[in-house]
């Protein structure tokens, strides 16, 4: 049954809903405001109706199973709406993929029911940063806008609420890309690809084509918004169907027809556009630190010129966008010790950045949940700058051993997370930086990287 149309009607359908959580409540929510029959079904058999009924704010009138689906329920469904958190290979979907039925997330979903235009951002790392500037320049100069996605806000939750002359900003991982139909940005952007996710995406090279779809119903006449500096996304620019506006902090783009590059002097970014060259804002005008941090704004800047937000516009608003919680964050300083919060580092890449902006000493917490990532690269950005690291959660004895064949042997085994900050406060010497930046998830200890980064700032607070 083809029902993938934008703003098509739901009413009557009977949609499967899988997985009990934040998403599944909300793509059930949704689906109710518009008419259609959802069946709620989550794979734990211990689960009780009375339990999941407590998550919704308002009831529901879903059918709900668990453990497993009733034969005569999946003749009946008109499509399968997945959480992100559920794996897209599992058998119990290519039963219905089989049968012709599509499986959609969350993004999907909230899509086809939306109204306005979409403005998406996806990559490895700096997708929260970006997704929240590009949010506030667009707040700053339209009078409906909203700010979805692994930002915080379920697209599922705004998207009735949408107009015609809503700009939506998402945030998309690539577990929510393996699940689009028809979504179509107008503007789009992949910030960076390194190794992440593989435990799921199994190969690097599918880890890459779930990113690349965020463009992939894009026309030619629509922007793709492209890092220069990352071999793979400079790459997909040769092939996207849509136009590719390429940025860079560390080459000159003035070759290009349109590009945004650094100006000579380091600190001006610029915009260029056939012949005609435009300083967009200084980075030593800007809150947000860091070269990484540079590349982010770049991106939104990117976003927002090809969206047709005046430059003067946009420079306002950088300069006045502060970090966002949980990515180098400082926290506070206690006996001339400066304490930084980068929970949101969850992969190698995203805490050598992390590890990159410190600009003293310091003591580093690392470890969490095992993503099959390896950590070589993370322990050789250290460059005598960690004094010791402290380590906690699943992966602490595989980042160990790493820490050893790289010869770096200030290694601190910590039980509890309290443990971990308490050894900091005790190794950490006046003038030098307590950083906690995991290079893992933070499943297994703690419900998300925000827990983990709330909890941390609670533990230094009450040094």
């Given at each position: ?74 003749d009946r469904i008109d499509i399968v709406v997945i959480s992100p958190g559920v794996p897209v290979d599992l058998p119990f979907l ?330 900091c406060a005790k190794k950490a010497q006046p003038g030098e930086a307590v950083l906690l930046s995991p290079a893992c998830a933070s ?21």
């Amino acid at each position: 049954m083809d029902i993938v149309e934008k703003n098509n009607s739901m009413n009557g359908k009977r949609i499967l809903v899988v997985g009990s959580g934040k998403s599944g409540v909300g793509a059930v929510e949704l689906l109710e405001k518009v008419g259609a029959s959802p069946v709620l079904f989550d794979g734990n058999e211990k689960l009780t109706r009375e339990e999941v009924l407590a998550r919704f704010q308002d009831g529901t009138g879903a059918d709900m199973y668990f453990g497993e689906l009733p034969e005569n329920e999946k003749d009946r469904i008109d499509i399968v709406v997945i959480s992100p958190g559920v794996p897209v290979d599992l058998p119990f979907l290519d039963e219905f993929r089989s049968r012709g039925i599509e499986i959609w997330g969350e993004v999907e979903l909230a899509y086809v029911l939306s109204k306005g235009d979409v403005l998406a951002i996806t990559g490895t790392n700096g997708k929260t940063t970006t997704t929240a500037l590009v949010g506030q320049i667009c707040s700053d100069y339209f009078s409906s806008v909203f700010v979805v996605g692994n930002i915080g806000t379920p697209y599922t939750s705004v998207a009735l609420d949408t107009k015609e002359d809503t700009v939506t900003v998402a945030e998309i991982s690539s577990f929510q890309l393996e699940t689009i139909h028809c979504f179509h940005p107008k503007v789009s952007a992949i910030l960076n690809i390194t190794p992440d996710h593989l435990n799921r995406h199994h190969t690097m090279e599918c880890y890459i084509e779930m990113k690349e779809r965020i463009a992939e119903n894009q026309t030619g006449d629509e922007v793709v918004v492209l890092n220069y500096d990352d071999p793979l996304t400079r790459d997909f620019g040769t092939r996207s169907t849509a136009r590719a506006l390429y940025f860079s902090r560390l080459e000159s783009l003035e070759k290009m027809d349109e590009a945004l590059y650094l100006a000579e002097d380091g600190v001006t970014i610029l915009y260029k556009k056939g012949t005609e060259i435009t300083p967009v804002v200084r980075t030593d005008e800007m809150l947000l630190l860091g070269g990484h941090n540079t590349e982010n704004v770049m991106a939104a800047c990117a976003m927002a010129i090809s969206y047709g937000i005046p430059v003067a516009s946009i420079a306002e608003t950088v300069k006045h966008f502060r970090a966002v919680e949980h990515r180098i964050e400082f926290v506070r300083e206690v006996n001339g010790v400066a304490y930084y919060n980068d929970s949101k580092g969850t992969n190698v890449d995203a805490a050598i950045k992390g590890i990159q902006a410190m600009n003293r000493k310091t003591v580093l917490i690392g470890g969490g949940y095992d993503k099959q990532s390896e950590y070589d690269e993370w322990i050789e950005a250290f460059d005598g700058k960690v004094t010791y690291l402290v380590l906690i959660g699943q992966t602490a004895e595989k980042i160990a051993e790493c820490a050893r064949r790289h010869g770096f042997e200030s290694i601190i085994m910590a039980e509890t997370f309290e443990e971990a900050v308490d050894v900091c406060a005790k190794k950490a010497q006046p003038g030098e930086a307590v950083l906690l930046s995991p290079a893992c998830a933070s499943w297994g200890m703690f419900d998300n990287y925000e827990q983990r980064g709330r909890i941390f700032k609670e533990l230094v607070n009450a040094l």
